[in-house]
């Protein structure tokens, strides 16, 4: 099974900016589409940004402009650049992948990175 590991989550200021990055790992023959998630506490998980192995990527309304989901094919790795956060962008931060090992095709998760906004 592909594992995902995320990491780039802290504390920042509002306006300032982080990048998280995902690294997948294990036997990974082919990927289709990856994407960031986002969990608010209270609220349920949505779609942040997603990108397609062909390089097309859809975000979310609220962080157009703000964020850029790039990837990295050679090292299996996404990324995710946040600018001019805000503190509604707090949230648990989780990458998808939609990937093939040795049994096929299979979505997988990362465990999450946390990302704070305040002051």
């Known amino acids: 099974q592909v594992q995902l590991v995320e990491s780039g989550g802290g504390l920042v200021q509002p306006g300032g900016s982080l990048r998280l990055s995902c690294a997948a790992s294990?036997?990974?023959?082919?990927?289709?589409?990856m994407a960031w998630y986002r969990q608010a506490p209270g609220k349920q998980r949505e779609l942040v940004a997603a990108?397609?192995?062909?390089?097309?990527?859809n975000y979310a309304d609220s962080v157009k402009g703000r964020f850029t989901i790039s990837g990295d094919n050679a090292k299996s790795t996404l990324y995710l650049q946040m600018n001019s956060l805000k503190p509604e962008d707090t949230a648990v931060y989780y990458c998808?992948?939609?990937?093939?090992?040795?049994?096929?095709?299979?979505?997988?998760w990362g465990q999450g990175t946390q990302v704070t906004v305040s002051s």
């Open positions: 990108m397609s192995i062909g390089g097309s990527t």
């Open positions: 294990g036997s990974v023959f082919g990927i289709a589409s």
């Open positions: 998808y992948f939609y990937a093939r090992d040795g049994s096929g095709w299979s979505p997988s």
